[in-house]
């Protein structure tokens, strides 16, 4: 087994792992929420899910360095994991299915392993660099791709609350990308990126995310043939924003959200 196909082996089993977590606490009538200083809400399983991976590696990968969501920790020069316990809180606490947990391996900069576990969902996705992006659901597993969709008048579009739009880059620019594709919907968070992958839906945007909201998807949308970027166009996941598409409508996207600001 290569070094990388045994990373990914280890984000698998670190995805197990917290699947157990989160699925025995989701609409648990005990769950313990409160507020972090930003006022986003933080559970109880939160913070189990992230000791719990911070554990595993501590003994599987100790070298490693880790940065998660509830925990901190920076990502510098060699090897890091990204982790986001559950991406979409606010759903899980609501009793919400749509919440995730985020797995990514960084190397010097650049995400080459990503999982992304939804067992609310019954689904799975994940990527490594050169190894191709795959899902499972009920079904089975299968390999994914993005769509062939190329004009952005034919596009599937999903975005996030206008709000964050408003505040953190322009009404403008979120209602000219709206105009310009065929359909939108607000998948929200984790799901939107992981159809992009699948070829379900052609753009996902969202104005403000942190490094651990979209570290996998960088991997995942990239191995499954599409583009990831910011807004500027930068690949990078530590850009404080997020562009996917199938990468034929990437440019087109990012002009009209240049054009929109």
């Given at each position: 087994m290569s070094a990388l196909r045994a990373d990914l082996a280890l984000a698998l089993r670190l995805a197990d792992e917290a699947d157990l977590i989160t699925t025995s606490r989701f609409r648990a009538r005990d769950l313990v929420v409160e507020r972090k200083p930003d006022r986003t809400p933080v559970t109880d399983a939160d913070v189990a899910v992230e000791d719990a991976i911070r554990?595993?590696?501590?003994?599987e990968a100790p070298d490693d360095q880790v940065a998660g969501e509830e925990r901190g920790g920076a990502v510098g020069a060699g090897r890091a994991w990204v982790v986001d316990p559950i991406d979409g809180t606010k759903n899980f606490?609501?009793?919400?299915?749509?919440?995730?947990t985020l797995i990514a391996l960084v190397?010097?900069?650049t995400p080459v392993v990503g999982v992304v576990s939804a067992p609310a969902l019954g689904r799975r996705w994940w990527a490594s660099t050169g190894g191709g992006a795959f899902s499972?659901?009920?079904?089975?597993?299968r390999r994914?791709?993005?769509?062939g969709v190329r004009d952005l008048s034919d596009a599937y579009l999903s975005t996030t609350h206008l709000g964050s739009w408003v505040e953190h880059h322009s009404r403008e620019a979120y209602l000219a990308l709206v105009d310009a594709c065929w359909e939108n919907r607000a998948f929200g968070d984790f799901w939107q990126?992981?159809?992009v992958a699948e070829g379900a839906i052609d753009v996902a945007a969202e104005a403000v995310v942190n490094p651990w909201d979209v570290a996998p998807f960088q991997v995942l949308v990239t191995e499954a043939g599409g583009r990831f970027s910011d807004l500027t166009g930068a690949g990078r996941y530590d850009g404080g924003s997020v562009l996917t598409s199938n990468g034929h409508l990437h440019e087109a996207a990012l002009a009209v959200l240049a054009g929109g600001r």
């Open positions: 554990a595993v590696l501590a003994v606490l609501r009793g919400v299915p749509v919440w995730a190397e010097d900069g499972s659901d009920a079904s089975g597993e994914i791709a993005v769509s990126h992981c159809l």
